[in-house]
């Protein structure tokens, strides 16, 4: 198992224990004027280069000079051979999970070559980068930058589903009115309705929101299309929350065989346990 897929088995558990105490409607309504305010610090706050410091502070200090020379590299060259270092540095983000300067990369990438590519790119590692993260300053932030950059891709292709689902993700979270953000995924699956990521978001939606009964039918669709250990813990969630214990138990333990991760496997165990009294 690499370690991509650990920093997702492990976040599962860690979302899981707030996912429920939050609903969309709490998670995304405040008072407009405090949310002006924080945008316009944390965007002074947060850049290119605050960020890879702050994320460079968890990783092996080897790499982190790696990264710090080619950032230095890239600072100095221009056109095809700033692209060029900008993709390695993206590619040295990517394989140690950590999406947040990897979103920096891709926006200044698009900026120096305005490619849906890139956008949708920079939209997705914002969105991976801001989903579990503690620092809510910073995980605003993202999520404006997210917007921002799903916008643009977007606006150079407008029938991109995956630029759709990303963009009514980062809208139920990001803004005041996520209901139009769901309204985009709707959108996404009426069009394609066994679009993974569209189902799988529109189905975490649902588990926040407390509607059980249509996460279990967003989740059946993505394990029937593609099954992994994170959507069949999140099936075993909303099957324990309407009280269908075999199913919930059945779910859980194929979330288990899948992933294949003891800090998944011992709390599966214990929700077993606990469902089988």
Known sequence: MNTKQIVVIVSVVALMGVLLARPIKGLVTE????????????????????????????????????????????????????????????????????????????????????????????GDAYRSAYTNLQDTAMAAELNRLAIQSYEKATELDGNSLD??????????????????????????VEKDPKN????????LFSLQSRQFDKAIERFKTVVELKPDAESYFYLATGYENIGLKNEAIAAFQKSKELAADPTLSQFIDKRVEELSK
Not at 54 to 83: F, V
Not at 163 to 188: C, D, F, Q, S
Not at 196 to 203: C, H, S, V
């Open 31 to 122: 008072d407009k004027g405090t949310k002006a305010s924080t945008t316009a610090e944390s965007s002074s706050a947060f850049n290119f280069k605050s960020v890879s410091d702050i994320t460079k502070q968890s990783i092996n200090p080897g790499l982190a000079q790696e990264i710090t020379a080619l950032e230095e590299k890239a600072e100095k060259a221009s056109g095809d051979e700033k692209l060029a270092l900008l993709e390695q540095l993206a590619k040295k983000w990517d394989d140690l999970a950590k999406y947040a300067p990897q979103g920096f990369i891709y926006e200044e990438m698009a900026k120096i070559s305005p490619k849906f590519e890139y956008w949708l790119k920079a």
């Open 196 to 203: 993974i990521q569209a189902n799988k978001t529109l189905g």
């Open 163 to 188: 630029a759709k689902t990303g963009l009514g993700a980062a809208m139920v979270t990001g803004t005041n009115n996520p209901m139009a953000g769901i309204a985009l995924l709707r959108e996404v």
